[in-house]
């Protein structure tokens, strides 16, 4: 994952927070967030059920794309993981090709930067 400035824009931060947010409220692996073309947000935590399992990223991307989004601005991911789910990855590049991912630590702490 490229590293990236850990300086990122208030609505940026505001994903990560969001995202943050997810994943504790519910004690999940993952949290994230999604911005779309209009300003609006989506945020989701990772779903393991023995019939239904659905990372955080693909379930933010599914709302904001259920909700009528055709771009998403920019995601953010929050998890353990050293490297960003490649399901949650695709799912972000099927409406947004080229936007940031960012993806931090649970503490908040910015890891990197996906833009490919």
């Known amino acids: ?17 969001l995202a943050r947010s997810a994943r504790a409220r519910v ?3 993952e949290g994230a967030a999604v911005r779309d073309q209009d300003g609006r947000t989506y945020a989701a935590a990772t779903v393991a059920l023995p019939s239904l399992s659905v990372s955080a990223l693909q379930l933010a991307v599914a709302s904001a794309a259920s909700s009528g989004a055709t771009l998403i601005e920019a995601a953010a991911v929050v998890t353990e993981a050293a490297e960003l789910e490649n399901e949650g990855h695709a799912a972000v590049r099927d409406l947004a090709p080229t936007s940031p991912i960012h993806v931090a630590d649970p503490t908040g702490a910015l890891r990197g930067t996906v833009t490919a």
Do not use: F, H, I, N
């Not at 994952?1 to 927070?17: C, G, H, I, N, R």
């Open 1 to 17: 994952m490229p590293e990236t400035d850990t300086a990122l824009s208030a609505e940026d931060t505001k994903l990560v927070t």
């Open 27 to 29: 004690g999940a692996a």
